[in-house]
């Protein structure tokens, strides 16, 4: 699937609501969508074109840790942006999803 298929468009609206300083985790995003899964959260993740105002950073796995990646400067790059927003993150490579998780849309 491409950036502009209508699943990974859904997928994009949907992160663009997470708030700087805020994560949620592929499954999070497959529920609220409806009708996919987190892998392909994941794949619509990947699939996000340089410049773009989808905040794909936000999109952390369900154990609060940055997804490994092809290319490992991906990760150090979603690492660097979370600290930058202030997610802090564990000695373990985790994120507190306690305190930094994100509601969703209709529960802020």
Same mark, same amino acid.
């Given at each position: 699937?491409? #950036?502009?298929? /209508?699943?990974?468009?859904?997928?994009?609206?949907?992160?663009?609501?997470?708030? /700087?300083?805020?994560?949620?985790?592929?499954?999070?995003?497959? &529920?609220?969508?409806?009708?996919?899964?987190?892998?392909?959260?994941?794949?619509?993740?990947?699939?996000? /074109?340089?410049?773009? =105002?989808?905040?794909?950073?936000?999109?952390?796995?369900?154990?609060?840790?940055?997804?490994?990646?092809?290319? /490992?400067?991906? #990760?150090?790059?979603?690492?660097?942006?979370?600290?930058? #927003?202030?997610?802090?993150? =564990?000695?373990?490579? &985790?994120? =507190?999803?306690?305190?930094?998780?994100?509601?969703?849309? =209709?529960?802020?």
């Amino acid at each position: 699937m491409s #950036e502009s298929h /209508p699943l990974y468009q859904r997928i994009y609206a949907l992160v663009r609501q997470i708030p /700087p300083g805020k994560v949620a985790t592929y499954g999070q995003i497959a &529920r609220l969508v409806g009708g996919c899964t987190p892998r392909m959260v994941g794949y619509a993740m990947a699939a996000v /074109p340089n410049g773009s =105002d989808v905040p794909w950073q936000r999109v952390i796995n369900s154990r609060g840790g940055i997804s490994p990646r092809a290319n /490992p400067f991906g #990760e150090l790059a979603q690492r660097a942006l979370l600290e930058a #927003e202030g997610i802090r993150f =564990d000695e373990n490579g &985790r994120a =507190d999803l306690e305190t930094c998780a994100w509601l969703g849309p =209709d529960l802020i």
